[in-house]
């Protein structure tokens, strides 16, 4: 045994010394072909069965292409679609043995690309060779049974071996260049997956009470080796330019995975792209994501379809108001919307005729943070007005705001001018976007939540909107209402 060897033995045991890890990776290499080759026979199985079973759809369906041209010829071009699917796949990084620990989206697309690309291939050689007389509808429907089996197979699978791996103690090992309250963050972040065997900091400051302080930076390449880790998570801020520089040039004795940090944080957005200029990576980024016209469709097509569908209960609404005080029945206050623009926000009226004017004189009971004012048992709120605020009814008017295009179904929420004028210059952010009736301050908390967090969670929104996240906020919504979290 060598002087490393002996080293590594002394301070940590010779069951983690390089030469046992050698023998362990050895041994390990053996066994990984035969769990990866049963991964590729459930894949090819599943493709297969997929499609088989889109064929029998058809036969049942009495389709005619299928009918004439035979179960055997179906499976036929079922088996070319799965063996180039299994080559993408393992071009792919699929078939790797640290592919359970990927992101489970990234692999899902992943999957479903591959199939996509393979089918598309298959097709064209099939009509190159001259013998395209498939059924269509049978090729639809087996690109989607295969896709969504597959998925559901190794996301099945992959849950198995993440608790396998926890119950025996053989989760990937993780390494945290950095301390303080940035090790608890990290380590709770990674420990679904991980085994965080502890942190790498020069300051030796306090890490996490469970996690050692392994050594400094200038020894992370024999941490690495010594505690045979498996992923690196780095944080920008904790780390020297020129020590990361070094760590990322020599690289390691071992099959390592680096994760950095940035300095930017949440400020980041979920999609980026890596581009690469002069031998240099780049990361580019929108701050403010980019809205599709279909947003701005979707709004006019749900919004006119509620109010069509709420005629009666609306008009009920406006009845019981009028009965129950004097004033009117719909409320105009001013408000800031995309850019800095003010409009009139309608609603339906929930206070007293004079509720402006007894501002003041209730202002001193505000239990909100920062420039907001809520007051859960505001004196100013009519009877019925309590009742709709329960259950969100007096926001029904803002789908005229929707329609006229100064709001939208999901968004930040609109603020008040006297609010904007007491925001931090980084609070403006929320105001690039279209504010809407609900979003996810609706979903998560409403009232009970701090100004803060509605900024944080309004700025997430600004910078990741996609059409999916309005969709899923809208869904949210329902039992957010109907549960009166938050409310009122």
Request: proline content about 5%; aromatic content about 8%.
């Amino acid at each position: 045994m060598g002087g490393i060897e002996m080293l590594v033995s002394e301070r940590l045991g010779p069951d983690i010394a390089p030469a046992s890890e050698r023998q362990a990776r050895s041994a390990s290499h053996r066994f990984t072909l035969l769990p990866l080759a049963l991964l590729g026979l459930g894949d090819a199985a599943i493709i297969v069965g997929t499609f088989s079973l889109a064929y029998w759809a058809r036969f049942v369906a009495a389709d005619d292409t299928a009918s004439a041209l035979g179960f055997e010829s179906y499976v036929g071009l079922a088996l070319l679609v799965a063996a180039a699917s299994m080559l993408l796949f393992a071009l792919r990084g699929l078939y790797e043995p640290g592919w359970s620990a990927e992101p489970w989206g990234d692999g899902a697309y992943t999957i479903a690309s591959s199939l996509s690309i393979a089918e598309l291939a298959t097709l064209v050689g099939a009509i190159l060779l001259g013998d395209y007389r498939f059924s269509r509808l049978w090729l639809a429907e087996g690109w989607l049974f295969a896709i969504v089996g597959v998925v559901a197979w190794r996301s099945v699978l992959r849950l198995v071996l993440l608790r396998r791996q926890r119950v025996t103690g053989r989760q990937r090992r993780a390494l945290i260049i950095g301390s303080g309250a940035l090790s608890v963050d990290i380590a709770g972040d990674l420990e679904a997956e991980h085994r965080v065997i502890g942190y790498v900091d020069d300051a030796g400051g306090p890490g996490r009470p469970a996690l050692p302080l392994l050594g400094p930076v200038s020894e992370l390449e024999w941490i690495v080796g010594a505690y045979r880790i498996d992923d690196i998570v780095i944080s920008a801020s904790a780390i020297r330019r020129e020590d990361l520089r070094t760590a990322l040039v020599r690289g390691f004795g071992r099959a390592v995975t680096i994760q950095l940090l940035p300095d930017l944080g949440e400020l980041m957005p979920e999609r980026v792209a890596i581009r690469q200029r002069g031998g240099r990576s780049y990361i580019g980024f929108r701050p403010v994501a980019r809205v599709s016209w279909l947003k701005r469709a979707s709004d006019v097509l749900i919004a006119g379809l509620i109010l069509l569908g709420l005629a009666p209960l609306l008009a009920l609404l406006a009845l019981a108001i009028k009965l129950d005080s004097r004033g009117p029945i719909l409320y105009r206050q001013l408000r800031v919307g995309k850019d800095g623009r003010h409009f009139w926000m309608l609603k339906f009226r929930s206070m007293c005729q004079d509720a402006e004017r007894q501002l003041e004189q209730v202002r001193r009971l505000n239990e909100a943070s920062g420039p907001l004012f809520k007051i859960k048992a505001d004196p100013r709120v009519t009877r019925v007005g309590r009742i709709m605020r329960r259950y969100s009814l007096d926001e029904f008017p803002q789908l005229i705001n929707v329609l006229k295009g100064e709001m939208s179904l999901v968004g930040p929420r609109p603020p008040l001018p006297s609010e904007v004028e007491q925001y931090e210059e980084w609070q403006y952010g929320r105001l690039r976007a279209i504010p809407g009736m609900t979003g996810l301050w609706q979903v998560s908390g409403r009232s009970e939540i701090s100004f803060q967090e509605m900024v944080r969670l309004d700025l997430h929104y600004v910078r990741n909107w996609s059409l999916g996240l309005d969709m899923s906020i809208l869904v949210r919504t329902i039992p957010a209402v109907f549960t009166n979290r938050g409310a009122y």
